[in-house]
């Protein structure tokens, strides 16, 4: 999805492929590619800043008890969608691109795809037509909507343990 950014502000540039943008008038920030990426292109690694036990709105889930805060922090500002371009692998510790990505396209993920429980639910905006609407953990949404989307593997392994 490709953005405005002539309304948005430019608050930073990051490694080469990437700018932190914010709309105005909102507090809302995004991760915009200031590059192209090939459709299954790693875009950059990432590390664990923090390690926390429980979920919050900032962490990815890596495992059972595990969530963390991404290093480097800027990869915080990639937004979901119910159409992603791009997914964080847990096991690799890698983000890939989902579909092709043009420079001013902003970073989009599916949340699901990483949270098996998520610390707060919310109401998608993303107006894709097969936006699933209430975003909550893998946990709390149909096995049928789940396999439209690439999982990571504690994901999938879970969705296989719930319907065994």
Same mark, same amino acid.
């Given at each position: ?23 105005? +008038? ?6 915009? &590619? $200031?590059?192209? @990426?090939?459709? =299954?292109?790693?875009? /950059? ?59 001013? +396209? ?6 699901? &795809? $990483?949270?098996? @429980?998520?610390? =707060?639910?919310?109401? /998608? ?40």
């Amino acid at each position: 999805m490709s953005v405005t950014t002539s309304s948005a502000t430019v608050l930073s540039g990051h490694y080469g492929f990437a700018e932190i943008h914010k709309l105005p +008038d909102v507090n809302h920030h995004l991760l915009v &590619s $200031t590059k192209s @990426f090939n459709p =299954e292109a790693t875009i /950059c690694t990432f590390s664990a800043k923090e390690i926390h036990p429980l979920p919050s709105r900032y962490t990815v889930q890596v495992n059972e008890t595990q969530h963390i805060i991404l290093l480097p922090e800027f990869l915080q500002y990639i937004n979901h969608s119910c159409n992603p371009n791009t997914f964080f692998n847990t096991t690799t510790m890698e983000l890939i691109a989902l579909r092709a990505i043009a420079p001013g +396209d902003e970073f989009t993920f599916f949340y699901p &795809s $990483t949270e098996w @429980f998520m610390a =707060e639910t919310f109401a /998608c905006n993303c107006g894709d037509h097969g936006c699933v609407g209430i975003i909550k953990g893998a946990k709390e949404l149909a096995t049928d909507v789940l396999n439209r989307y690439r999982l990571t593997d504690f994901i999938q392994r879970k969705l296989n343990e719930r319907n065994d």
